[in-house]
């Protein structure tokens, strides 16, 4: 047996023996597409075909194993009819049918008299016992290949078991040898396993099932590390020496005195600490976390102002056009008494006005530029650009991250801020290349969220409240689990909910989902602001943090659907003003342990990180809407719920480790996580 060279794992799998364009297409829907994603793809299960069985004893539905003579082969020349090849052992005969098959192949594999090994699934014909195209028929002597358990992967129309092994044995059997990236005592001391042991066992034991098998933590390990690497490494360029800034402690003074509120401890505790990052000759890359209603705009409209004044630009992008609208409109009401030029641009701003802005940023005639995504994504030279602030940036990736970076320059800082209270153990997964400001308190004139949760057959007792609730001007948010009624999932629809609410308020109910076009969601949304309707029924599509001070009543309906950050979002859109909030779950009968424990923790706390610490204990991770909607999908086999002490082990290694990483080393490693690319796009 060869070991094959080392990068050949990173060629495309045509490079494998039987891989032609039509396998590797199949291959491809299983997202094979390089030989070391074969490595990747673990089994699932094993099918047992290590007995041998006599023919008597043989089972019908069941995959089993048989030792037999071949007997006489029958080819009949009639359409549609099977080839057929008797078979018997001392127990019995049995009648091996093929359709769609060769004579010579068959005459070939079975050759008259002979004992071949036969491995498949028995079936039922005619009263008699039968197997049809087996998965395997091999001579005696080669039995030890299909007499014992096979690794059973995911495979797809056109791969059956046997070619998948074909191919998967050519590398899964031939592991390169590696130059392990982890020391010996290392993995000793942390009982690790060897790489190429590790994916010998995963792929040729039940190993790949059990999350805490020494093997599986071992690629666990790895994928955490290449992770880490990866963030480590762009932590690294992205706080590159810089021009550092200075501020003026009187402006931002003068502001907060015309503020109608002070800033909470909190505030002033992330104020100061943007503020040294602003002073410090390297280049800002910070995150502020803060619950929604936290108060994080302020923040950022405060560090921007300090920025301005000490003569560069500014820019804040949101990911909606009403988002940024409200942002706009407040900061021009907070600058108003300065000298200090902020313009609006959209996907929505008409061309020639566009043209025009894009010319006064070049020129430096705009302090403050205040926008959408989409926008900063095209082309914009700013004169000089200090700082960008990304409000609400869910899916704001590492590679995102760093290309802003980038695209930045190298005087500007950069703050992120989001509403989504990511638990400890995935903070360092997730932002592990930034720094973290963390707003832990609520402004105190909120007043706490009442919470209820109601049975959804007592429904109709609500018309009658959101009536009252209407008429004392309220607003209100209606959000449904789905868009569409489905004939499978008895949950709640927008559509139907929307029919059934706007029959009883005619004209006072405005609807909005994700399939809607933008432009007619901003629509309802403004209608919904400027206060021309009174009930949204939604979809959980504007979970970002736009302000409807006026909207404090909230109903959820399958709220067992949720999970407990995504109810504590949903739930902090009412309640941002000094008005009492409310919010009512509607549940079907019949609540599971958890999902009694899940309101009972929402009743109790509106603390955002403590709740996504519990969400995380009860729902584990995959589920993890915070997670989710961080738009990082980055471990595919790490589980920070079961895998906690490889998280901490591994932030160890990487993190607290002040020396050099060896990229050389590490290169294979990165490039078997597909995170080579990433880092090497930040080469510049
Ligand atoms: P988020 O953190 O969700 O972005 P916002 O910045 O939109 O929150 O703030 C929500 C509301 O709270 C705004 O109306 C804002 O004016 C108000 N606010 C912010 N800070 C304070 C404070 N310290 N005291 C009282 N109200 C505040
Ligand atoms: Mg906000």
Known sequence: MTLVKKYFIFENVKKLKGVGPTLSKYLKVRKIEKIKDIILNLPYSETDRSQISNINELEAGKIQTIKVVVKKLNFPRIKNLPNTIQCEDETGKIDISYFNSFEGYLRKIYPLNQIVIISGKVGYFKNKLKITNPDYVTPIENRGYVVKNIPKYKLTKGINEKKYRFISEQIIENLPKIEDWLDEDFKRKNKLMNWNEAIKRLHNSDDSKNKKSISYRRLVFDEICANFITLSENRKRLKRKKISKQINKNFQKKIISHLPFSLTDSQEKVLKE?????????????ILQGDVGSGKTIISLLTIANVISDGYQ????????????????????????????????SGKTDSKKRKEILKKIYNGKIDFLIGTHALFQKKIDFQNLGFVVIDEQHKFGVKQRSDLAKKGGKNCDVLLMSATPIPRTMMM????????SKITEKPSVRKKIITLSKPEKKINELWTFLKEQIEKKNQIFWVCPLIQGSKFLDYSSANEKFEIINKKFPGK???IHGSLEKEVKDEVLKNFLNKKISILVSTTVIEVGIDFPNANLIIIENANKFGLSQLHQLRGRVGRSDKQGICILLFKDGLSKNAIKRIKILKESEDGFFIAEEDLKLRGFGDLTGYQQSGEKNFRFADPFVHDDLFKMAENLIFNINKEINHKKYHFLLKLFDKAEIINSNED
């Open 274 to 286: 943007i503020n040294s990052d602003l002073k410090s000759d390297e280049r800002m890359f910070r």
């Open 314 to 345: 500014c820019a804040l992008m949101t990911p909606t056009e009403i988002l940024s609208q409200q942002h706009f409109k407040l900061a021009k009401k907070i600058f108003e008494n300065y000298n200090i030029n902020i313009e609006f641009l």
């Open 429 to 436: 997964s997730l932002y592990g290349d930034m720094d973290i």
């Open 509 to 511: 109910v405005g609807l």
